[in-house]
């Protein structure tokens, strides 16, 4: 695990489409968001910041349901909030409607006879509705409720739930929980300094390791255990915190999150400022997802989009709380990388290699020391010992003066951000040198310096005293904690130097083309293969030329005016899997062919019971590299766009790459830099580079029409996308499409 005492990593807390058809380029403009901004389809831009200072710090508490009586878990938690009072300097004042005094303080009967206002509330009663509307009335700011059996039971306790969040809607009243606890007010330590980790949990227990990094000196500034989330919830948390000038990162164990838009607003607002996110998400697997719903009574959201909205918006997902805590701890501690080349330090070629292989398949950047460089380091080190990084001290060059001269040498090169010396295991005094001398050279310099402790004992002076006695040194006690962590530094750092919002780009006003397909939804229709390629039409989508036909007759003058070679599909509203019935033709060159496969469709479509809006006749287009791009509706977030690779096998392939609109034409590319299958559009086995430009283009477009068809289009289908080669653009083959 990584810790340190007293001290900071750093001197400071952090660096603080047009789509329409008729316009040349689909890529999304705007303007900043700010506070109240709404986008095409009426959804907020901006994270509004809640004012939770009176939560954390209130100058006033009631405690409803305040008792005294030992034994009783009322009593052990008043006792707790009567010293929380204490240490933030608030007034404490017990309501019971029996009792005169709780632990000598006088009680009053009700909410409705407190004197005047109080910040919070902590509710100390298994039916919190009834004294929230009493709340509302008595102008309390914010309230707690700890009892549980309401979404986490099944439907009749989410009934109660919402019946609970719509009286704290009416009233105004900001409230944490149900089926919370005490981790807010836990006792932090005030002796620590530099910047803190803000902690965001669903369950209290999951945060109790975090919440034990201050034995480590590691600075904790609040924790807010969020609980079922009928009303305050992750995303109000994190864009709280983030706004702190103290918090140097956020650290969340999230089981389903209440509101996939919001969660994404409070990301943008941490991104906005910084600040970095590091979350546990549950929810990978199905099992998971199911125990997590049965906990927090909130949606887990389908895992693939999860993750990608978390990559677009720079949250760091990690799997397991050892990695929640050292990652989100270096974040917030360590100052932003001078250069993003890593070197691996070790008295062992075998650790270096092991360390650099990890290292490597992980994407960090191991750049070879220069000549100049391994002659430098050969002063000190054995000539045959490999210097060109890793670096192989050969052991002896770290019990005496080499040892620190070394590492300064390998931290003086330009292209070296962070220095990582793996050590396996005790071996005074050398261990303990080398140690001393890490921990000297990282308080000398503005560089990253890391050390793995491998010791499974943890008890060593090197270990307790000098490592994690240093405000410089980032300490870890595996090789994989600290190779992700170190990831997610640079990644960091590199996603916040660049980042503009992707709100900031969506569009406010409906655009020509907006107008044009709105025209063509039939609501809780599927649209036929012809109608839906006008959608897309009128988003500025190239498709084929082609005619709809009812007639032989008229399918061989389509044929004449489209030009042979033509092919040939039945059209109607439901028919999806045209392919499978026999229901496309290909490659027709004669008047004669085209009106035998008129007759074999109508005749194949009759025979099945389709019903057809008629036959297209379209133009033959050349080979390329079939993609598949399309709309789905996510429960939590929304309208999602993905794209991969199309064809007949795009369910065996599986190979896409999702996003949540609004985003730009980089985030587009990184799309595709996803997929398995990237390499086909860069021309494999002799063929061309395909038009990834035209490609693109497709993408923002349809995030444009997701957008803007939000409240009409359900799901959009558009297989195959061929891509033709680099120049030619891309062209729907197909298409489906259903109307909300």
């Known amino acids: 695990m990584l810790g340190s005492t007293h001290g900071t990593f750093t001197t400071g807390l952090r660096a603080r489409v047009d789509a329409c058809g008729e316009s040349p380029r689909a890529t999304v403009h705007g303007h900043a968001a700010a506070p109240g901004d709404r986008d095409v389809s009426g959804r907020e831009l901006y994270a509004a910041v809640p004012d939770l200072d009176r939560f954390f710090r209130p100058r006033s508490v009631a405690v409803v349901g305040a008792s005294d009586t030992e034994g009783r878990p009322r009593t052990g938690i008043t006792r707790q909030l009567l010293a929380w009072a204490e240490r933030v300097g608030a007034e404490l004042v017990p309501v019971h409607p029996t009792r005169a005094a709780v632990f000598g303080i006088d009680c009053v009967r009700s909410v409705k006879e407190l004197a005047e206002p109080v910040d919070l509330a902590v509710l100390l009663v298994a039916d919190p509705l009834p004294v929230v509307e009493e709340l509302g009335e008595a102008g309390v700011r914010f309230a707690v409720a700890f009892a549980s059996g309401f979404a986490e039971t099944g439907a009749s306790g989410a009934a109660a739930q919402q019946r609970l969040a719509e009286a704290v809607r009416r009233t ?140 677009q918006f720079g949250v760091i997902r990690v799997d397991g709380l050892d990695q929640l805590q050292d990652t989100a701890t270096l974040l917030a501690r360590a100052r932003a990388p001078l250069a993003e080349g890593v070197v691996v330090h070790s008295i062992s070629g075998g650790t270096g290699a092991h360390f650099a292989d990890l290292a490597t398949a992980a994407g960090l950047t191991l750049p070879t020391l220069d000549a100049a460089k391994q002659d430098e380091l050969h002063q000190w080190i054995p000539a045959y010992l490999d210097v060109s990084n890793p670096v192989d001290n050969g052991g002896r060059p770290v019990g005496d003066e080499r040892g620190r001269k070394i590492i300064d040498a390998i931290l003086a090169d330009p292209s070296v951000g962070v220095l990582i010396c793996p050590i396996t295991g005790p071996f005074p005094p050398m261990s303990d040198r080398l140690a001393q001398d890490l921990v000297a050279a990282a308080e000398a310099t503005d560089k990253l310096v890391c050390v793995v402790w491998g010791s499974p004992v943890g008890t060593e002076d090197a270990y307790r005293t000098t490592l994690l006695g240093s405000s410089r040194v980032a300490t870890f006690r595996t090789f994989g904690n600290c190779v992700g962590a170190v990831k997610a530094y640079l990644d960091h750092h590199r996603f916040t130097a660049g980042y503009r919002s992707p709100f900031d780009e969506a569009p406010r006003t409906p655009s020509p083309s907006f107008r044009k397909a709105r025209a063509l939804m ?47 599909k039945a059209s109607g509203a439901r028919l999806a899997h045209k392919t499978e019935l026999g229901l496309v033709k290909v490659g027709l060159t004669s008047a004669s062919q085209v009106r035998d496969a008129y007759r074999d469709l109508t005749d194949i479509a009759r025979y099945e019971g389709i019903d057809l809006d008629g036959v297209l006749v379209c133009q033959m287009v050349g080979r390329g590299v079939e993609m598949v791009v399309g709309v789905t509706r996510d429960d939590l977030f929304g309208p999602t766009v993905t794209v991969g690779l199309g064809g007949v096998l795009v369910e065996v392939m599986d190979d896409t790459a999702v996003r949540v609109p609004p985003f730009g034409e980089r985030e587009a590319r990184s799309m595709l830099d996803e997929l398995r299958g990237r390499a086909l559009l860069d021309g494999v086995r002799g063929a061309p580079p395909a038009d990834v430009d035209a490609l693109v283009e497709v993408v923002l477009r349809v995030q444009r029409m997701a957008l803007e068809l939000d409240g009409d289009l359900s799901e959009l289908d558009i297989n195959p996308l061929m891509v033709l080669p680099r120049g030619q653009g891309a062209v729907a083959l197909d298409a489906l499409a259903v109307c909300r």
């Open 172 to 311: 105004g009243i900001r409230l944490l929980g149900p089926n919370t606890n005490l981790n807010a007010f836990e006792r932090f330590r005030d002796d620590l300094d530099g910047p803190a980790v803000a902690l965001v949990t669903q369950s209290g227990h999951q945060g109790r390791p975090l919440f034990a990094l201050q034995e480590l000196g590691v600075r904790l500034s609040h924790w807010a255990p969020t609980g079922n989330e009928a009303d305050l919830e992750t995303a109000d948390f994190i864009s709280y915190f983030a706004s702190l000038p103290e918090v140097g990162a956020i650290a969340a164990y999230v089981e389903g999150l209440k509101d996939g838009r919001s969660f994404l607003l409070a990301a943008d607002r941490a991104a906005r400022e910084g600040v970095p996110v590091v979350a546990v998400k549950v929810g990978r697997t199905e099992t998971g997802a199911r125990t997590a719903a049965s906990h927090t009574g909130k949606l887990t959201g389908a895992d693939r989009v999860v993750d990608a909205a978390m990559r």
């Open 522 to 568: 039939r609501p809780g229709q599927r649209l036929s293969e012809h109608a839906a390629k006008q959608l897309l039409r009128a988003y500025g989508i190239r498709v084929p030329r082609e005619q709809l036909v009812t007639s032989a007759a008229a399918a061989v003058r389509a044929a004449g005016l489209v030009g042979y070679p033509v092919v040939m």
